[in-house]
């Protein structure tokens, strides 16, 4: 498996979760790691991403402050801990790997063109 994503679940308002994203070394190494999401009827947005190469985090403004993005390198694993969540925030999380995907996520795009998805784990939150 080259991305495997795992945390997802339902949560009401101001709890937290915790998303895992595991890689194959290859693109551990090879790629920044980060998190898409996309709530039913809106468009793929990028929540954050993690640059292995030089360890600088990026954050969409919708979650800064309230999600941190960190990673285990021994592990090939990037983790997004998800704090005072809102329901905003309930949208089908996708792992992705991408040389260009911290910039994809500061620039607002689509992630079209990713060079990897892993599946997505749906988050609810309920108020």
């Known amino acids: 498996v080259q991305l495997q994503a795992s945390g997802g679940g339902l949560v009401q308002v101001g709890g937290s979760l915790r998303l895992t994203c595991a890689a194959s070394?290859?693109?551990?190494?090879?790629?920044?790691i980060g998190w898409y999401r996309q709530a039913p009827g809106k468009e793929r947005e990028g929540v954050s991403c993690?640059?292995?190469?030089?360890?600088?985090?990026y954050y969409a403004h919708s979650v800064k402050g309230r999600f941190t993005i960190s990673s285990d390198n021994a592990k090939n694993t990037v983790y997004l801990q998800m704090n005072s969540l809102e329901p905003e925030d309930t949208a089908v999380y996708y792992c992705?790997?991408?040389?260009?995907?911290?910039?994809?996520?500061?620039?607002?795009?689509?992630?079209?063109?990713?060079?990897?998805w892993g599946k997505g784990t749906l988050v609810t939150v309920s108020s």
């Open positions: 992705a790997a991408d040389p260009f995907l911290c910039g994809m996520v500061v620039a607002g795009l689509s992630g079209n063109g990713m060079a990897y």
């Open positions: 070394k290859f693109i551990f190494d090879k790629n920044a």
């Open positions: 993690y640059s292995s190469s030089d360890g600088s985090t």
